[in-house]
T-cell receptor
Framework: DTGVSQDPRHKITKRGQNVTFRCDPI?????LYWYRQTLGQGPEFLTY????????KSRLLSDRFSAERPKGSFSTLEIQRTEQGDSAMYLC???????????FGPGTRLTVT | GQQLNQSPQSMFIQEGEDVSMNCTSS?????WLWYKQDPGEGPVLLIA?????ELTSNGRLTAQFGITRKDSFLNISASIPSDVGIYFC?????????????FGAGTQVVVTP
């Protein structure tokens, strides 16, 4: 069990650029979640997948955000036309279908300049 | 936005002291999770609670699912320096869909020798 991995760990980009993050969940986990965390706050739910199906999206997920999980394994989160307000830690978590327990990856720290 | 009230916001304690923190909500929750997060890392799952009144321990950590199903408590006994970090509660509302946890804003614990 290698745990949840995320890549890159850090990303610095200029406003207006597109960025893409990757998450590899724990191998036997069917459910995958994306969260955003800003300084001094807890993680905020963005979206989740069961296998390849995206089952729910938060209102926080504007049209500039898109997430995919094409083969039900790894997932990508893309942010188009980044804004300074997008600067945050983006966390991925996974769980099995038999438990509510979610296991987080190390996160991707995004800084938009 | 977050609907969980987590307190205290921060705690400064001496090594060996016990620590208590709690989360409250206006909604009824079905599941509580407690996490610890170190700077620059993702949250690490400590304890999961599934039933009202449930008391669960993990080493020096003990968490309880409140009888009203609107609150949860975490205690750390005999604190040590490695207990430093931010502790988050996460609750799954009875009215929310699977996996859509709400997080508290965190309790920062600082342990002094």
């Amino acid at each position: 069990d290698t745990g949840v991995s995320q890549d890159p760990r850090h990303k610095i980009t200029k406003r207006g650029q597109n960025v893409t993050f990757r998450c590899d969940p724990i191998s036997e986990h069917n459910r995958l979640y994306w969260y955003r965390q800003t300084l001094g706050q807890g993680p905020e739910f963005l979206t989740y997948f069961q296998n390849e199906a995206q089952l729910e999206k938060s209102r926080l997920l504007s049209d500039r955000f898109s997430a995919e999980r094409p083969k039900g394994s790894f997932s990508t989160l893309e942010i188009q036309r980044t804004e300074q307000g997008d600067s945050a830690m983006y966390l991925c978590a996974s769980s099995s279908t038999t438990t509510y327990e979610q296991y987080f990856g190390p996160g991707t720290r995004l800084t938009v300049t | 936005g977050q609907q969980l009230n987590q307190s205290p916001q921060s705690m400064f304690i001496q090594e060996g002291e016990d620590v208590s923190m709690n989360c409250t909500s206006s909604s009824i929750f079905n599941t509580w999770l407690w996490y610890k997060q170190d700077p620059g890392e993702g949250p690490v799952l400590l304890i999961a609670l599934y039933k009202a009144g449930e008391l669960t321990s993990n080493g020096r950590l003990t968490a309880q699912f409140g009888i009203t199903r609107k609150d949860s408590f975490l205690n750390i006994s005999a604190s040590i320096p490695s207990d430093v970090g931010i502790y988050f509660c996460a609750g799954l509302s009875a009215t929310d869909s699977w996996g859509k946890f709400q997080f508290g804003a965190g309790t920062q614990v600082v342990v002094t020798p």
